[in-house]
T-cell receptor
Framework: DSGVTQTPKHLITATGQRVTLRCSPRSGDLSVYWYQQSLDQGLQFLIQYYNGEERAKGNILERFSAQQFPDLHSELNLSSLELGDSALYFC???????????????FGPGTRLTVL | AQTVTQSQPEMSVQEAETVTLSCTYDTSENNYYLFWYKQPPSRQMILVIRQEAYKQQNATENRFSVNFQKAAKSFSLKISDSQLGDTAMYFCALGGSEKLVFGKGTKLTVNP
C-alpha cells in the first residue's frame, strides 16, 4: 500500500458525459501528479499540482482539468468524454516537486475509466 | 524533450535464473533520476529501484540491481534468482524536475 488513495476504482460512463476522479496523496506529500495509461499511448503525464498550484502540464486535453484543494487532495475532471478516453488514470504523490528535488513518486491504485 | 526507450516488448525467463531488461534514455537536464517500476496484473505501480544520476555507484535492492551507464544513457535492470512473483510489466522511467517520463514497458514472464 503506497498510502495514495484513489476513488472510484472503476467508472463506466457514456460518450459526452463528465466524470470526476479523486486522489488523496500520502500524508505529508505536497505534490500530486496525474497520469493516463492507455494501450496505445502507454503511461503519459497529464498534470502536476504542488501545494495547490499548478506546477507542470503534459499531454492534457483541453476537455480535462484538475485542481488541488487546501487539504491537498486533488480531482481530475474529464468532460465531453470520447471512446478514446477509456484508460487507467493514476494519481501519484511526492513530498516536493521542484528543480533538483528528489522526485520519488508513489502511485495510487488507479481508476479504470470505461467510456461506452 | 525527455525520452525513454525500452527495446524489448516481451521477455521470458526460467525461475531461479537471471534476466536483464534494457532501457535507454535522453535528457538535457543535469539533475535527474532513473527508476524501474513494476506493474503486476493488479495494475498497481510499484517502485522497484531508483538511481540518482550524480551517483556513479549502481543501485541494488535485494535481487534487483541496475547497470547505469551515464555516458551511454543506458539504465538496465538485472533480476537475479527470478521468482514467479516477478511476472509483470516493467517500466523504466526518467524523472527530472517535474514529471516522470516512462518507456513503453517490457512484459516479463517467469516460467516455472
Amino acid at each position: 500500500d503506497s498510502g495514495v488513495t484513489q476513488t472510484p476504482k472503476h467508472l463506466i460512463t457514456a460518450t459526452g458525459q463528465r466524470v470526476t476522479l479523486r486522489c488523496s496523496p500520502r500524508s505529508g506529500d505536497l505534490s500530486v501528479y496525474w497520469y493516463q495509461q492507455s494501450l496505445d499511448q502507454g503511461l503519459q503525464f497529464l498534470i502536476q499540482y504542488y501545494n495547490g498550484e499548478e506546477r507542470a502540464k503534459g499531454n492534457i486535453l483541453e476537455r480535462f482539468s484538475a485542481q488541488q484543494f487546501p487539504d491537498l487532495h486533488s480531482e481530475l475532471n474529464l468532460s465531453s468524454l470520447e471512446l478514446g478516453d477509456s484508460a487507467l488514470y493514476f494519481c501519484a504523490s511526492s513530498v516536493v516537486g521542484g528543480v533538483s528535488s528528489y522526485n520519488e513518486q508513489f502511485f495510487g491504485p488507479g481508476t479504470r475509466l470505461t467510456v461506452l | 524533450a525527455q525520452t525513454v526507450t525500452q527495446s524489448q516488448p516481451e521477455m521470458s525467463v526460467q525461475e531461479a535464473e537471471t534476466v536483464t531488461l534494457s532501457c535507454t534514455y535522453d535528457t538535457s537536464e543535469n539533475n535527474y533520476y532513473l527508476f524501474w517500476y513494476k506493474q503486476p496484473p493488479s495494475r498497481q505501480m510499484i517502485l522497484v529501484i531508483r538511481q540518482e544520476a550524480y551517483k556513479q555507484q549502481n543501485a541494488t535492492e535485494n535481487r534487483f540491481s541496475v547497470n547505469f551507464q551515464k555516458a551511454a544513457k543506458s539504465f538496465s535492470l538485472k533480476i537475479s534468482d527470478s521468482q514467479l512473483g516477478d511476472t509483470a510489466m516493467y517500466f523504466c522511467a526518467l524523472g527530472g524536475s517535474e514529471k516522470l517520463v516512462f518507456g513503453k514497458g517490457t512484459k516479463l514472464t517467469v516460467n516455472p
